[in-house]
């Protein structure tokens, strides 16, 4: 096996049709050494009933449907499609053909081409874009390229083939949350940058609203670095010792000038800007707090439902 494309699909009826031919007419020059593994992210539209069709009518060599029990996310998805995959090289592709396949088999054609790079990953060309939401996740990767140990390159995506090391890499961290882009930087390996502009989305809308990608950012956050637990430490220092010099402020105040403090309202807005940062370090650490409950529970990132394959070799159920 070549070439493995893994595309994770969460309500995808209205674009998987045109998907599906663009995907088989741009990989078939590649022989039958490739498979194209669908994730079915608990969709709750004609996303499986198609997906079993495809995988029963041989347009693709081979072909793979791991259907979840219920929506866990398209990390858990791009996991459960890592887990199947059995190419010497990887791809993870979405579904709604922002991401055109004939650029992943450029993209491939680009990996095989050159063996000194083990990634070609897919960045996005600046688009004219200046609506709050590129610019905050412009802030968020300013910031994170800041804290944490890792470098993300804006307007990297998932969009990438990989060669077997790198799949088999990824497979080795066990954090059932994930952050894969995160991941792909915290691995390592040699990584071609492949610009090209996405798409429009064919059918229906982002599946990601604002509070998804709050979520999501501060998934990638506490998830590669340790700094915002440092920052409270931080903060508090200067708190003391500004609290120190006012001290002695005041005592000079009283005992020499012989003015009478007046306290009300320095106590209350200091009590105020303490008790502010107080629940502000608090919130911080229970989010790392919450991450440690929750991968120690040892819960697995998702439950395959069912397993459909068009090879009889790969029908053995569970991951
Ligand atoms: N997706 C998924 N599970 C989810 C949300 C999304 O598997 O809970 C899939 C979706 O079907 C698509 C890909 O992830 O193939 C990217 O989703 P979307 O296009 O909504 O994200 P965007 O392109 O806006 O980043
Ligand atoms: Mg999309």
Known sequence: MDLSVIVP?????????????AATSAFSPL?????LIFVNDGSSDGTEGFLRAFVGSGRAPHATLVNFSRNFGKEPALLA??????GSAVAFIDA??????ATLVEMYRLLEGHDEYDVVAACQRERPDHSLRSRLSAG???LF???????????ASDFRVFRREVADALLSLPECHRFTKGLFAWVGFRTLPYPY???ERVSGKSRWSMRGLTRYALEGMVSFTTVPLRISGYVGAVAAVVGFVYIIFVLVDALVLRNTPAGYPTLLSVMLL???LILLSLGIIGEYVARIYLEGKRRPAYIAASIVSSDATNEDGRP
């Open 140 to 142: 968020f990767y300013g």
């Open 31 to 35: 022989g039958d050494s490739w498979e």
């Open 274 to 276: 303490l008790g502010g």
């Open 197 to 199: 502009a996405p798409d």
């Open 9 to 21: 699909c969460y309500n995808e009826a209205e674009s998987l049709p045109s998907f599906v031919d």
């Open 96 to 101: 709604d053909l922002q991401q055109p396949p």
């Open 81 to 86: 499609g890592l887990r199947q995959a059995r």
């Open 145 to 155: 390229n800041r804290v944490s140990d890792i470098t993300l390159e804006p307007g």
